[in-house]
């Protein structure tokens, strides 16, 4: 690899440590990541943060706005993510 490559990975690896980090402060619980596909655009790769949603719906909105204010000053590479939500049963 080169070290351009290898930089730019540790960028992405430090990234995500601040999306997980911010994702656990707003939605105490586990957080994990899923990769998929956008049924709209079968070739376009879509990353998920995967929160634990808890308390009355209108906190989960206010604290979901905050997490995308929070993600999008992180920078460019962070506008493609999405937050998606677990429910307790």
Known sequence: MSAGVEASAVDVGSLMADVIEITKELFPGVVSIDVT??????????????????????????????????????????????LSFNFPE
């Open 37 to 82: 596909e956008d049924p709209e655009f079968p070739k376009t790769r879509l990353t998920a943060i995967v929160a634990q949603a808890s308390g009355p719906v209108e906190s989960i909105v206010s604290r979901r706005g905050e997490w995308h204010e929070r993600v999008a000053q992180l920078g460019e590479p962070c506008s493609n993510l999405c």
